[in-house]
């Protein structure tokens, strides 16, 4: 199999494990991928014979340019209309090489209230603990990102964070491969989830800076690839493709 074709089937399982773990609705969302060394990217398509995430395959991942176009792909398949969040993306940061477009419903009733996603668990999952240290960025509008402008003002808005909470919309991820931005938009909404039903519970406490420190400190470096790629093992087990 050629890297093109491992890339396309790499995207696809993104596709489909935020499907399966319900990040998204319907045909809601798109995950995407740089092609190395072209202004070129693969995208999951929209359009008439498109499928939701849960049930992408290879055949669904198109090939766009950095204009939004389609330059490859089966008829019956488009650009989404919100390709753009993805070619600004790649266009301003050399450094993403995958971006993840999804719509968490828990994420959204975030963004609606204006209520920050506090650093509630450090042990329990560092680094979940380590993107909200990082910082969220956030998109104010409530558009689809369907143009150049608007791509161009999304992207801004993002600068160089890992993750925008997108208000009463959704939520953009981009890291440098597939896996660590898919499994950013997991643990964004891990974290929300537990925000959610912590407030339900009572009045959740944010964690002691002392151990904000300790833990964000132990989540980066050489273990930071290590636990994406256990991480990655795990959701692929999950959907019984390994
Ligand atoms: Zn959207």
């Known amino acids: 199999m050629s890297d093109l074709s ?7 399982l993104s596709c489909r494990l ?15 991928a740089r092609i190395p060394g072209e202004d070129k990217i693969l995208i999951k398509a929209r359009g008439p014979d ?50 993840v477009h999804v719509h968490p419903l828990t994420v959204v009733l975030f963004t609606i209230c204006n209520k920050p996603l506090q650093p509630l668990y450090g042990a329990y999952d560092p680094s979940g603990l380590r993107l909200l240290v990082d910082g969220l960025a956030t998109y104010p ?11 161009e003002e999304f992207a801004q808005a993002m600068g160089n964070k890992q993750a925008c909470l997108m208000r009463g919309h959704g939520i953009t991820s981009a890291g440098p491969n597939v896996e660590e931005a898919t499994l950013t938009a997991i643990k964004l909404n891990d974290a929300a989830v537990i925000n959610y039903q912590a407030s339900l519970l009572g009045n959740p406490q944010p964690i002691s800076q002392e151990d904000i420190d300790v833990m964000v400190g132990k989540s980066r470096g050489r273990s930071q690839g290590v636990h994406v790629a256990s991480g990655w093992r795990y959701y692929r087990k999950l959907l019984d493709e390994d």
């Open 6 to 12: 491992k890339l396309r089937e790499l995207v696809a």
């Open 18 to 32: 935020l499907g399966k773990l319900n990040l998204t609705k319907e045909p809601s969302g798109h995950v995407s």
């Open 50 to 99: 498109e499928s939701g995430l849960r049930f992408v395959t290879a055949r669904d991942i198109i090939t766009v340019d950095f204009a939004g176009k389609k330059v490859a792909g089966d008829d019956g398949l488009e650009s989404p209309q919100e390709v753009f969040i993805h070619t600004w993306l790649y266009k301003t940061r050399p450094d993403v090489q995958c971006v």
């Open 141 to 151: 509008r409530s558009v689809t990102v369907s143009d150049e402008k608007l791509g």
